[in-house]
């Protein structure tokens, strides 16, 4: 089979981490990489990569405008190629693309919903709200990283009940995975009950990550008696956050390390907690259990209802530094998570997700 993946976000190497676990299960294929002109590549080396500068900067506030020539760019790339799947990255800014070949050569596509087009375009961009129903309604399937998002989607968007029922016949839930690095060299370790708590937050340091939050929950169980320190590890994007977290004495922030660096940080750690206001997925959540460290993770969003509550970490509500306080207790009180932990990190190693694709992909073309 030979896939088309339509990723205007291939500049995040997961999408590069994906397409390569693809090929070591004979999935041949092209990526369609799209962008604004003026724009350094990104990620954009590898033989499998199609790179088209096809759309002015200014036009990607104007959906259809940026759009219209995206798809006339598209056409003549499909022309001289061919294809049995399409494979959109995202419903609107990919599945467009997606949805109006299919229109024109009759070629399945999958489409992956992420974030933005929950977070963004179904709750501020109205008028698009149409143009996303009837993407999902033609897609063959749709892909969500999590229960949670696939449950928001359809209470809050899909309001007839029949399309709601066709929708969720045809879509299907299948994680983004981790660097093979986080399956090996790790030992066994022994936590017990103490008033010292080491807590871990990785990720970029901004509003959308709700550092500040954290912060709090923290300044909540200090003031309980409990010895509670917080590492920050990321770039920040946001200089007024980044200084409220310097100021502070109990916060210590990193900016960069390479991922076999970052290992220590979890391993030496007693809880992850990134209480981001949304969140497509959240790599960093599988990282951390991958080494036996249990996580905190916001209600809702894309880590939310990958496993049963309680069995690698709480889900809380990001607002509440309450909630995040009183679950960071509830997991120190916890001392036997490093297992059921390591065991679950491993629904999200890149091999068992590419086979996942690969039956996705034949049952999809075998329907035609």
Known sequence: MKIC????YFDNILFSDLFEALQKQEIDGRVYYFKANGYPPTNADHPYVDLRYCFEDHQKYLFHWKHSKVWNDFKQYGSTQTFDLLFAHSLFSNGYIAYKWKKEKNIPYIVYVQNTDINVFFKYRLFLRKLGLTILEHADRVVFASESYRTTLFQQYVKRKRQREQLMKKSVIIPYGINDLFFHK???KTKEKRSEIKILCVGLICKNKNQITLQKAIEILRKKGFDASLTLIGKHQNDHIYQSLCNCEFV???EYMSKEELLKYYRESD?????SLTETF???????ISQGLPILYTKGQGFDCQFPEGTVGYHV????????????????????????????????SWERIAYDYKVLF???IQNQ
Not at 271 to 275: D, Q
Not at 282 to 288: C, D
Not at 317 to 331: E, G, Q, S, V, Y
Not at 335 to 343: E, L, T
């Open 252 to 254: 210590r922030i990193v």
């Open 5 to 8: 993946h339509i990723c205007s």
């Open 317 to 348: 509500n990001a607002t509440d530094p309450f909630d995040i306080a009183n679950k960071i207790m509830l997991i120190c009180n916890e001392p036997n998570k490093y297992d059921a932990c390591i065991n679950n990190a491993k629904k999200f």
């Open 282 to 288: 959240g790599l960093v959540y599988a990282e951390a």
């Open 186 to 188: 790790f030992s066994k």
């Open 362 to 364: 034949n049952s999809v």
């Open 271 to 275: 809880v992850f907690c990134l209480p």
